[in-house]
């Protein structure tokens, strides 16, 4: 039997919706690739009473409970209070852990204010759970049937303490293979409906029930997960190898990276290993391609020049085209001529034009753009034409992704204008 689990996050500010609570996503996705299913997802304010509650239904309903927030040191933190009440213990002391909070204060030539000893006080009994980058010390409790973990708010604090100290719990209370690894796939232009058709049958290659497949569509991306189980290391890699072998062989073209890889990254990589450069010219994108780019290690030798205007006239004059070229529709064939004129103005072996041309009328998701890019080198152009529907943010993440991918295919030598989901015919 698969264990209860259930995440409870603490705040005003989430319940309110002022804060987006990209926590619970984070926790629940982990949780997921790890093999345990979240069955509750409970949000609870700032409240004694209401804190008090919630924790003890989870506590009757859960095997274990995983609580998120209040762990600070303001008046309004109050879950460490509050465990301790529906747990039947008193708070203590705990003068280690005030030890490191003041030699993290003193590493950053701080004086620690009054208000963190708050910090320091846990239930009697609770297991601390270190908190390598933060001041809030997490802890385990137990509060009726279940095990509590209490972690803290601040993203990378709880990021590190969910996978150093919570989920090796979990998996051991709940005698879970160790062993276990999560394969991620991202691709660009192909739906989460047509990939799970493509992929349907791919759990069945594991007969043990190993293999857990999983999408998560953030468009304009794609990421396919296996989570794969087994005994130990060398088993899982046994028996994910052909199953990743597979996936690739499915997807084909429409993986652009793997694991903790990115579209840019990869882009970035080919071009550095080429010792190649880089010029790009984007006019809807609001330079989202170049942003990209820029901040990755090794770009300041690859990143030539970037022009970014709404205003054809205006790009073509940056570059060198004469303003007559760039007048009327937006064409593959304007988009070849800044390629190439940007290419030479720049000095780069490469480069990027994706011009778009945005339909006129309200937006909406039924709207659409027309997207025509280049790229140029010394020896060719290859050019592609897209219809994408959608408002205006689509068409603008649409068009970046796009634009990047084309540029992967061309580096990798894969066909630049191979047809995507998202396209309009």
């Known amino acids: ?229 087994g005994t130990d290391a060398d088993d899982v890699a046994r028996k994910l190898a052909p199953i990743e072998a597979e996936v690739r062989k499915r997807l084909g073209n429409f993986i652009l990276a793997e694991d903790e890889r990115k579209l840019e990254g990869v882009v970035l990589d080919v071009l550095v290993a080429r010792g190649a450069t880089l010029a790009t010219i984007e006019t809807f994108t609001g330079g989202a391609i170049a942003a990209r780019l820029v901040p990755l290690p090794g770009a300041e030798s690859v990143c030539r020049r970037s022009v970014i205007s709404r205003d054809l006239k205006e790009v073509g004059r940056a570059v060198g085209v004469d303003a007559s070229a760039m007048s009327g529709e937006v064409t593959v064939t304007m988009a070849a001529s800044i390629a190439e004129a940007a290419r030479k103005a720049s000095g780069a072996t490469h480069a990027l034009a994706v011009l778009v041309a945005l339909d006129e009328g309200a937006d909406r998701i039924e709207l659409g753009g027309t997207i025509c890019l280049a790229i140029a080198t010394a020896d060719t152009v290859a050019t592609r034409h897209a219809r994408l529907l959608g408002g205006r943010d689509w068409i603008r993440l649409g068009a970046t992704e796009m634009g990047l991918d084309c540029l992967r295919r061309f580096l990798q030598g894969l066909p630049v204008d191979e047809r995507i989901d998202f396209e309009k015919v």
């Open 1 to 229: 039997m698969n264990p209860r689990i259930e995440i409870l996050c603490t705040g005003d500010e989430v319940l309110t919706g002022a804060t987006i609570n990209t926590n619970f996503s984070h926790i629940s996705q982990k949780l997921g690739d790890a093999g345990l299913e979240v069955v509750w997802g409970t949000t609870v304010g700032d409240d004694r009473e209401t804190l008090l509650e919630a924790f003890l239904r989870a506590g009757q309903r859960a095997d274990a409970v995983i609580v998120n927030g209040g762990l600070g040191p303001t008046v309004d933190d109050l879950s460490q209070e509050m465990a301790a009440k529906a747990a039947g213990v008193e708070l203590v002391f705990h003068a280690d852990w005030y030890v490191r909070m003041e030699a993290y204060f003193q590493k950053r030539a701080r004086t620690m204010p009054p208000n963190n000893r708050k910090q320091a006080m846990l239930p009697d009994g609770a297991e601390l759970l270190d908190n390598p980058v933060g001041t809030a010390c997490g802890f385990a409790v137990d509060i009726g049937r279940a095990r509590f973990f209490f972690t803290p708010g601040v993203p990378r604090e709880l990021h590190r303490m969910l996978d150093e100290q919570i989920i090796p719990r979990l998996l051991a209370r709940f005698d879970r293979p160790t062993a276990t690894r999560l394969k991620r796939f991202h691709s660009y232009g192909i739906g989460e409906s047509r990939a799970d058709g493509l992929l349907a049958d791919l759990e069945k290659m594991a007969p043990d029930g190993s293999l857990k497949l999983g999408f998560r569509a953030h468009y304009p991306q794609l990421e396919t997960k296996l989570t794969m189980r």
